[in-house]
């Protein structure tokens, strides 16, 4: 078999591992309803069970690319897909929901490994095939894209003909795949860190992990007010536990995230805050929409998942082109179109205060998948360009955790504008949010260069 070949291959199945993170983070919601009765819950209580593995995973990216980076790629790939199989094949015997929702914590923390991995072991599959790296990131750029769209409606699909089960038992064959494909045809990792456990785990700066992590969910928790009763009380926590953990990272050596460094290098700073902008307008649309259709419209959520495909359908069509015009332009230059159409989308947004006629709503959201894709691979291949090859683990998983800050911050705003109602007025008033979002990602996107 050819180096193509095999590279094609290895390819194909970090995408497919990469799609599990945003696929699990989608498909359980049409399952919310189930779970309340098979486990007699209330609404508060079971949306846990996408909270506990929102949190983890974004907490758990930069932990996990920090992993890669360190002791190798490919090995944290496979033992974080053997930790998916395991736990999703045990899942459907859990006695109550709290062990379900554990679970789903171990699958966030399996999952979560899969792109700082892919990102890491792009790097020498591109140096084997003798290609540009927009190809493979394209295409595992592509794979996040489709599964969290049409999360939902395989979700559904499985829990009406089998039940909420399915949702985790899909997984076991298909992490299973990855595993064998990776295992095959991706390249061995290079030489890593060795020495005694109590060494590693000596210069493994736990503290500093450890206080991340902790500022991270604590001020996530917050923003989510998953317990209002002590949302300033975690507020305040998660600000406490972040001044401590930039005392740290300042003075240990080797740090978890290399503080002085990341201040240095401008431009994955602003890859960092134009992705997070980016994906902040896009799910501004991506959760709002579903629900002003579904309220002020009416129309039946299978309708509303229906109408919601296009977005993804384009996406997917779009990526390719996407990546060659990054060949041929550069990243800058597609990732300031990508902006510009993104910022022209959002404020098309605004025909839906006077209708919600389905031709006009399939029209938007077809409209939106192009600069989804577009910033998405752009964004992306800056990230990768803007860090040298010994930190792009940890890079790619900051870079990920960006994507759930902006999801989270769109999910709060939504909550406040639709506090008085799901309405089309109201609506209008978010779509000026989008706009103003999205201006403020293309003045961050101007000021970004290629470091070379």
Request: overall charge positive; charged content about 10%; hydrophobic content about 55%.
């Amino acid at each position: 078999m050819s180096n193509s070949s095999r590279n094609n291959l290895a390819v194909a199945g970090l995408s497919l591992g990469t799609s599990l993170n945003p696929l699990n983070s989608s498909m359980i919601a049409v399952a919310l309803v189930v779970l309340r009765a098979d486990f007699g819950l209330d609404v508060a209580t079971v949306t846990w069970v996408i909270t506990a593995f929102y949190l983890t995973s974004a907490a758990g990216q930069p932990l996990m690319g920090r992993l890669a980076d360190r002791f190798g790629p490919r090995r944290l790939f496979l033992s974080g897909m053997l930790v998916v199989a395991v736990t999703c094949a045990l899942a459907p015997f859990a006695p109550n929901f709290a062990l379900l929702c554990v679970a789903r914590v171990f699958m966030a923390l399996g999952t979560a490994t899969a792109y700082p991995s892919a990102v890491v072991m792009v790097g020498a599959l591109v140096r084997q095939a003798k290609v540009e790296s927009t190809r493979p990131l394209g295409r595992i750029q592509m794979a996040n894209t489709s599964a969290a769209a049409v999360g939902p409606v395989l979700g559904g699909l499985l829990v009406s003909l089998v039940g909420w089960q399915a949702l985790f038992l899909v997984n076991v064959p298909l992490s299973l795949a990855a595993i064998f494909i990776v295992r095959r045809f991706a390249p061995a990792d290079a030489e890593r860190e060795r020495g005694s456990a109590a060494e590693l785990l000596r210069s493994s700066d736990i503290p500093g992990i450890l206080a991340f992590v902790g500022a991270l969910m604590l001020v996530m928790m917050a923003l989510l007010d998953v317990l209002p009763e002590f949302r300033w009380w975690l507020l305040g926590g998660g600000v406490v536990l972040a001044a401590l953990f930039v005392w740290r990272e300042l003075r240990f050596s080797p740090p978890f995230l290399d503080l002085r460094l990341l201040g240095r290098n401008r431009p994955l700073l602003l890859v960092y805050l134009g992705f997070a902008l980016f994906n902040g307008v896009y799910y501004f649309a991506f959760f709002g929409l579903p629900q002003l259709l579904q309220q002020a419209a009416g129309y039946d959520p299978g309708i509303v998942g229906l109408l919601m495909l296009p977005l993804a359908a384009i996406s997917v069509i779009g990526t390719p082109f996407a990546v060659r015009a990054i060949d041929r332009l550069g990243v800058k230059r597609v990732l300031i179109a990508g902006v510009v159409l993104l910022v022209a989308a959002a404020g098309m947004m605004w025909l839906l205060t006077a209708s919600l006629a389905i031709p006009l709503v399939l029209a938007l959201t077809a409209l939106l998948g192009v600069p989804y894709c577009v910033v998405s691979i752009a964004s992306s291949q800056g990230m990768y360009v803007s860090t040298q090859p010994q930190e792009r683990g940890v890079a790619a998983g900051i870079f990920q955790t960006c994507r759930y800050l902006g999801a989270i911050t769109a999910t709060v705003l939504i909550g406040i504008f639709y506090g008085s109602g799901v309405n089309q007025d109201n609506w209008g008033l978010m779509v000026f949010v989008m706009l103003g979002l999205g201006a403020v990602a293309f003045v961050v996107t101007l000021g970004w260069r290629e470091q070379r």
